[in-house]
């Protein structure tokens, strides 16, 4: 069945989700091309949840969601691994395979999912490493890299196979400050070169509120509030007070004090 409305490119319709507990109550989402869309919530609130019913990993107890006018829940598996194609996914845990070098972890989406011989190989996992600034790197391994090479190395492989639709799951979780600033021009940059589509969970306000083209709360189970950064900053619906005073607090909590 056709999605509801054209040119989103991402989108979720009356989405439930329970595991011992209702998670996702009836979430309502669309992300349409080429912007990026990130998701903000209180830990445990089920933003991963959302984003695994999105590549199917997790199956809504109700609801619908679309990727590129499919229905996900409709796919047979076939059919979902062509989807899979079409999406680059940078989950927070997990990113690197430890056994394979830098070169190899970046090659490994082409040599699962395309026909690239070794030549095409080398030049597609060397432009997107240099993409990143990771030229010098691709001999080595993921315990010989700093974290926010690491990251980096998985947004490379995210993005090899030049995807037009990009999941991020707390890609700048656990980096310092300047890291995790840089990850946030690559987040930009990547939107810009590649048209992408992008939905993210980024629990750093300041980084989410910098790359977002729309933000979305989820709290009790749905998107409560949606909007442009602006609209979001200025919304006086209690859960985006309540979220972003609660996020405030934290930060003050771990600044030093009387600092900047
Ligand atoms: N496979 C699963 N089986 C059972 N419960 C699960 C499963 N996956 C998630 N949950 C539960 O769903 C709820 C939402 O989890 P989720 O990981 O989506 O939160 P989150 O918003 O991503 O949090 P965080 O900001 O900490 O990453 C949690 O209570 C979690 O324990
Ligand atoms: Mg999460």
């Keep these: 069945m056709a999605p509801p409305a054209s040119h989103a490119l991402i989108e979720l319709e009356g989405v439930h989700k329970a595991f011992d507990r209702p998670v996702l109550r009836g979430v309502d989402l669309r992300v349409a091309e080429g912007t990026t869309c990130v998701l903000l919530g209180k830990s445990g609130s089920g933003k991963t949840v959302l984003l695994k019913t999105v590549i199917g990993l997790l199956k809504p107890d109700q609801g619908r969601v679309w990727v590129d006018g499919d229905e996900v829940g409709a796919l047979s598996a076939p059919g979902l691994t062509l989807m899979h194609a079409k999406l680059g996914i940078l989950f927070q845990a997990g990113a690197l395979f430890d056994s394979l070098s830098v070169f190899d972890n970046v090659a490994f989406p082409l040599r699962e999912r395309t026909r690239a011989g070794p030549a095409e190989v080398r030049r597609r996992v060397r ?4 993409s990143m600034g990771l030229g010098a790197v691709e001999r080595l391994f993921p315990a010989e890299l700093s974290g926010g090479m690491k ?3 998985a947004f490379a492989r995210a993005l090899v196979l030049e995807p037009r ?9 656990g980096l310092d400050p300047p890291t995790t600033a840089r990850v946030a021009d690559l987040i930009v940059d990547a939107k810009k070169r590649l048209g992408l589509t992008a939905l993210a969970t980024i629990y750093d306000v300041p980084t ?6 729309r933000l979305a709360l989820l709290d009790e189970g749905r998107i409560v509030a949606e909007g442009t950064p602006d609209e979001v900053r200025r919304s006086a619906h209690p859960a985006v007070r309540a979220f972003l005073h609660r996020w405030l607090e934290r930060e003050a909590e771990r600044a030093p004090a009387g600092g900047g």
């Design 165 to 173: 639709i990009v999941l991020y799951d707390e890609p700048t979780a």
């Design 127 to 130: 432009a997107a490493l240099d």
């Design 151 to 153: 990251k980096r190395v």
């Design 208 to 213: 989410a509120f910098r790359v977002a083209d």
